[in-house]
């Protein structure tokens, strides 16, 4: 969520500072800062908005200095002001925070008792108050940040930046991720290696517990225990292609448009020895479990509904799907023969880690499907699967999404040749239907201007409803979800059949529904809700791979393909529609309001 990018620099470090948060706006923000030492003395700037905010005041209002710390804020405690924003700064003391403090009224009150008092309503601020007492009580920079960080309960990423200080960063890591980038003489902090692009590809993940204290020549990191550790260093090189636009207005429609070649890409690498022998041990670790519990949240949740179906229809294994931020209310039926999946484009999404950790904890097997192979999840589960989406910078999710789902069928496929509980030539067949669909991905792209003219018609409605039947309920949702986040419209998705159990009453020719039907042995039924709509004017966007009925008020055309993997062809159209209703409405699409890309927080 938050954005930290940290620099022990040779050179002046407010403009590598400033695009290196520029790479991290993707995870989404509402206010950024940045904070330097200069001559020994911190300067800060901070502003509300846009990084385009930022950027103008430091014209305006320059910083110098080789060393400093930036921040882009996603508001959790306290409203996105001038003075809540980070960098926070306690006379000699700036710190950049990336979590929650789940301990801060405490802190507040400790605080208040020793007649320090809070000007902000953040969480933050506490960390910068109690380490600068520390400070004034006599302890040494890096013991006051070690006490202030044994002092805090929750999920965080901490930078320390102190006075006096021009050759040492403090960093902590609990829950939020963290890397350190190693440079010529030059050393990075960032919270996502992305912000690292053109800078270095040498780096470390820290890991939860640890703290570190950096310097421009050495790096010493110690556990949770207090002992020195040494941890990997790793080289990731990014392309910077894959951080623009590629000749497209947005980041989203570029990653909507790549989806052909990325799927051909990760069906080739599934097919190769390295690929396989990638699958074997997910494999084995599925076709043996008695049950499934599938779990992710938001656009990953849904592709856990998909392959919920596909699990039970081809491998006849027995299925729970769970929203992740709900896993903890459940009382779960689970024992050590049940297997967790857990999918996450980041691996780092703060609720889907805590349900793999609860069912870690209960014995169970842990598999991972994750676009992020370095982050927490990966590490803490038993296997885990890469996706092969690449990086992703819109916050609304497209490449990630069916990209998931490929490889879930990939894993599925495999379990269905191993277990035979369905008919091996169905199978086989599928597996030729399987690489069909980079060719058919592309096909469904052409529907891009037909959709841009509906999208043009949608954006003068209040409220849309999507609706699907079987495996296409979770890609209603799916639709709605990226109607709502983009474009403000509110969307609803739900299953077909549920349409006459109350929404119904929602129905009238003010009411646009999206009929996800391709033609198979659900198609009868999803005809007669779109009949039940009709009856009521309601206008109806069908999707689908046959003309339909009459009395349509639009029609999107797709390719026919095997309805087992329907659900990758039809989010083409449901991420078209969303933006290309979102740029009528002129909303901003990358960085939709209130949202980030990656929830760290709980």
Known sequence: MCGIVGMLGQNEVAPILLESLRRLEYRGYDSAGIATLRDGKLQRRRAVGKLSELSDLLVRNPIQGLSGI?????????????????????????????????????????????????????????ITLLCQYHLEQGLAHAEAALKTVRSLRGAFALAFLFEGEEDCLIVARQGSPLVIGHGQSETYVTSDSIALTGLTDRITYLQDGDFACLSRRKIS?????????????????????????????????????????????????????????????????????????????????????????????????????????????????????????????????ADTLSALRHMKNAGCGTLSLLNVTSSTMARESDVSLPIHAGVEIGVASTKAFTCQLLALANLVLAVAERRRYADQDRISRLR???????????????????????????????????????????????GALKLKEISYIHAEGLASGELKHGTLAL????????????QDQLYAKSLSSSEEVKARRGKIILVSDTTGPTGIWRTVPLPSVDPVFAPILYAIPMQLLAYHTAVHLGTDVDQPRNLAKSVTVE
């Open 221 to 349: 990191i110690f556990n949770c225990g207090g002992e020195e550790v040494s941890r990997p260093l790793e080289r990731r090189n990014i392309d910077s292609a894959s951080t623009d636009k590629g000749g497209h207005k947005h980041f989203m429609s570029k990653e909507i448009y790549e989806q052909p070649k990325i799927l051909a890409a990760a069906i080739e690498r599934y097919e190769t020895s390295g690929g396989m022998a990638e699958l074997r041990p997910a494999v084995e670790m599925v076709s043996s479990c008695r049950r499934l519990e599938l779990v992710g949240c938001g656009t990953a949740h849904f592709a856990c509904q998909v392959a919920g179906y596909w699990f039970e229809w081809l491998a006849g294994i027995p299925v729970s799907t769970t929203v992740a931020s709900e896993f903890s209310c459940r009382k779960q039926a689970f024992d050590e023969q049940t297997l967790g999946i857990f999918v996450s484009q980041s691996g780092e999404t």
């Open 70 to 126: 930036g921040h882009t804020r996603w508001a959790t405690h306290g409203p996105a002001t001038l003075e809540n924003s980070h960098p926070h700064q306690s006379r000699s003391v700036a710190v950049v925070h990336n979590g929650i403090v789940e301990n801060h009224l405490e802190l507040r009150a400790q605080l208040s008792a020793l007649q320090i008092e809070h000007k902000t309503e953040t969480d933050t601020e506490s």
């Open 507 to 518: 129905v009238d020719d003010k009411m646009p529904v999206v009929v996800l039907a391709p």
């Open 432 to 478: 030729k239907e399987f690489r069909r669909l980079p060719a058919l991905t592309s096909a469904a792209l052409a529907a891009d201007d037909g959709i841009k003219s509906i999208a043009g018609e949608l954006g003068k409605f209040v409220s849309v409803l999507f609706i699907g039947r079987g495996a296409m309920y979770p890609l209603a949702l799916e």
